[in-house]
């Protein structure tokens, strides 16, 4: 079976969410959804996740899973909000409980903050199956980006978060508290290990140079073919030099400090204080 699949491309994060439909049934799953944020006011907004809640009613679809490939560092996530309004159980990789632990300590957030991920309706293992009605969906987990990512692959389509990007733009970053450039290297050859026609859905785009629009689904037979990172067989030295030298160009992604702590709790903010307000911590020098 071939998932019918529906993208939102969200202009502010570069971040895309895909609604997953079962053709045969009014069965969907939700990946990676978005909450806007405006940094420079703390005010958030949820026009890019009421347009999912739109599409979903007015096309009377069932969500049964709101996923989130890895706690991500560029966007809040959406999942509790677009829980209340269309329901579906919310499902991170088990690792979550590793990303939990370390950014908990860099936050400091004490003993009230739970690290066993039981923010989550549902925490999955490498090699756990689900359904999206009748989809079947194997889970893998994809390491290296961050501890915790996993790519979702529903029948011929793998969607695969951070992991890698469109063949012109190469592979996610491995620099962040648990990242590994092997690990990472490691993950890439599994999902290439799926058959060629393989369709492959990323969670970003960044337009690279010399293409004019934005992309978001390629296959694994593009990517072994053209990635610039891993594809034409470049083995895993000299990947490692690669993105271990371009990640320490990289500047801290402008919303990760919102962004963890509020995802590594499923989405959900911190607990407000006894003025009834909520805060965010900025750990100076920590990242």
């Known amino acids: 079976m071939t998932p019918e699949v529906k993208a939102f ?11 997953v439909k079962d053709p045969d049934s009014s069965s969907v799953a939700i990946i990676d959804s978005v909450l806007d944020f405006d940094f420079a006011s703390g005010r958030t907004d949820t026009a890019s996740a009421d347009e999912v809640i739109a599409y979903v009613k007015e096309n009377d679809l069932k969500v049964e899973w709101i996923l989130e490939s890895h706690v991500h560092a560029d966007h809040l996530s959406a999942a509790p909000y677009i829980q209340q309004q269309v329901g579906g159980k919310i499902g991170i990789g088990g690792n979550i409980t590793v990303v939990q632990d370390t ?19 549902k925490l999955f293992v490498d090699g756990d199956k689900i359904e999206i009605g009748g ?17 979702y692959v529903v029948e011929d389509s793998a969607f695969v978060g951070d992991t890698m990007f469109m063949p012109d733009f190469g592979t996610a970053r491995c620099d962040f508290p648990g990242g590994s450039a092997e690990d990472l290297y490691a993950s890439i050859q599994k999902i290439l290990s799926l058959p060629d026609e393989t369709r ?51 500047s801290m992604p402008k919303l990760i400090v919102p962004s963890i702590q509020i995802n590594m709790r499923a989405g959900q903010m911190p607990e407000a204080e006894e003025n009834g307000q909520v805060y965010l911590k900025v750990p100076v020098n920590a990242l």
């Not at 860099?106 to 309706?121: A, K, L, Y």
């Open 9 to 19: 491309f969200d202009d502010a994060t570069n971040t895309i969410s895909f609604v």
């Open 103 to 121: 950014f908990g300590k860099v936050f400091n957030e004490g003993t009230e903050f739970q690290r066993d991920g039981s923010q989550f309706d």
């Open 135 to 151: 989809l079947k969906v194997d889970v893998m987990h994809t390491p290296g980006h961050t501890p915790a990512c996993m790519t």
């Open 200 to 250: 492959i859905f990323v969670g970003h785009d960044y337009k690279a140079p010399g293409r004019d629009e934005f992309a978001w689904e390629t296959s694994v037979a593009e990517q072994k073919a053209a990635n610039i990172h891993v594809g034409v067989d470049k083995d895993a030295d000299d990947f490692i030099k690669m993105r271990s030298e371009r990640d320490a160009q990289l």
